[in-house]
């Protein structure tokens, strides 16, 4: 969120106003036959119930909020449902179980872990497609996958094989398994830092947060926390990760800037979700077996407030504003809306047998439009066009970094041998997966073999330098992913 807002909305909390959106919340009844619940926010009212496949236990907004997902566990199906018409517009057959659904940035594309099938069902959900809403591509994984996130970019996506101990990572474009990490017992949640250089997994029976980089797709950290994370969610601004340890009744929370463990608390039994709040400053979650919910200061860890709520709470989820917090309770069969200036119930609303998991969706109240996916609505962000969910800008010029133009500074070594294959650092700013590289003026024996950025401000070019190569200076030009933007380093090597 960038400071403008982050701002006003804090002079609101403080004024009093309250601070509620335009928006419906979506519940998903697991049960026989399934049925999702929408609720306007304003009202607490249920508008309407639309029956889906048969116990729906996950759901996915689209970036543009006009779609939601459910998944059908028991009818292996994927209902979408139209949010402007609050009706179902579609129902794809997917593999056998699935549950967790997840949309690339892009919205075009998205991923169902079939859990009994041990494979990812590949969906396209492009409107402008003839093929939309047909099964692309079926990946076979490891045991049960569970839980998945994107990298920010679209490019990769990080998926836990709950039974088989490891992490599929795969190439989101072309739908292949580019690696497995083995990562030890029961991974769960995963979480993509927003800068997109380490992906977080929680390990349930290991009692620890797995570091991922991205540049490596390897673990280059584990971070102990309380015992059998099971949720897990980042702050907005990627400055501090949550986990909520259902076995050890606690949350820790983990300063990312070291990614080392800040604190662990105790809320009350069986904590299955935890969710940041928007401003990252706190977090919630649902303890089921203490039939509360409890709120977690972000700085210190410790306990700001415990909530009652209904019988045996799964679930949870936070309003845009942050002023909302809706709670499931399976066994009442009704969900607990909670204001969080205040700390306390407002509203408990009957929503179907077994309200399982709940999302917000924005439906008004201004440009809701997400183009790149991030997170941060096109009339906010600073690089509408690019995910960049930390909205970093270096210069403070007002426009994203990742919408600047990249500029290369150095190159390392700087001197290539003729017949020979060679790999070059490329240093400087503004890096972007997708870019690409040329020789300039012209190559005269000197062929570009690959790209691949490993950061912001590094990337790796492999050359080939033919034994006809002429000798002397060449020049690089690197060129952004939309071919618009480049940058020129002039004699950056030498041919000899």
Known sequence: MNKPVEKLL????????????????????????????????????????????????R?????????????????DTLSVIDTATKSVIATVAVGDAPEFVGV?????????????????????????????????????????????????????????????????????????????????????RVVAHPDGSRVYVAVRALSKVSVFSTSSKSVTKSITVG????????????????????TGGTVSVINTATDTLLATTSVGEWPWVVNSA???DKAYTVAAKSNAAAVVDAATGSV???????????????????????????????????????????????TDQNPWVVEYVQTGGGNVSDTDGDGVVDS????????????????????????EAPVLSSVSPNTITRNTTSSLTLNGQNFLSGMTASITPFPAGVQVKSLVVNSATSATL????????????RGIKITSPDGVKTSTLQRAITVK
């Open 278 to 280: 928007p401003l990252g």
């Open 227 to 246: 015992t059998g994370p099971t949720g897990m969610d980042i702050s907005p601004d990627g400055l501090k990760l949550f986990t909520s340890n259902q």
């Open 59 to 75: 759901l996915a907004v689209a970036p543009d909020k006009s779609r939601v997902y459910v998944s059908g566990k028991e009818s």
């Open 10 to 57: 804090y002079f609101l909390l403080f004024a009093g106003i309250p601070l509620i959106g335009q928006a419906d919340i979506y519940v998903a009844n697991n049960r026989v036959p399934g049925t999702v619940s929408i609720i306007d926010e304003n009202t607490n009212t249920v508008l309407k119930k639309l029956t889906v496949g048969n116990n729906p236990n």
């Open 104 to 188: 690339r940035p892009d919205g075009k594309r998205i991923f169902v872990a079939n859990t009994a099938a041990g494979t990812v069902s590949v969906i396209d959900t492009d409107p402008e497609s003839a093929t939309v809403y047909t099964v692309l591509a079926e990946i076979t994984v490891g045991a049960f996958p569970k839980f998945m996130a994107f990298t920010p970019d679209g490019q990769w996506l990080y998926l836990s094989n709950l039974d088989s101990g490891n992490v599929s990572i795969i190439d989101a474009n072309t739908f292949q398994v580019n690696k497995t990490v083995n990562v030890g017992g029961n991974p769960t």
């Open 304 to 350: 700001l407030a415990t909530i009652p709520v209904g019988k045996g709470p799964y679930w949870g989820a936070v309003n845009a504003e942050g002023t909302r917090y809706t709670v499931t309770n399976p066994p009442d069969g009704t969900v607990s809306i909670i204001d969080t200036t205040t700390s306390s119930v407002i509203a408990t609303i009957a």
């Open 462 to 473: 492999t050359v080939n330098v033919l034994s006809t190569a002429l000798t002397g200076t």
């Open 380 to 403: 906010e962000d600073n690089c509408p066009s690019v995910a960049n969910a930390d909205q970093a800008d270096s210069n403070n010029n007002g426009v994203g970094d990742a919408c």
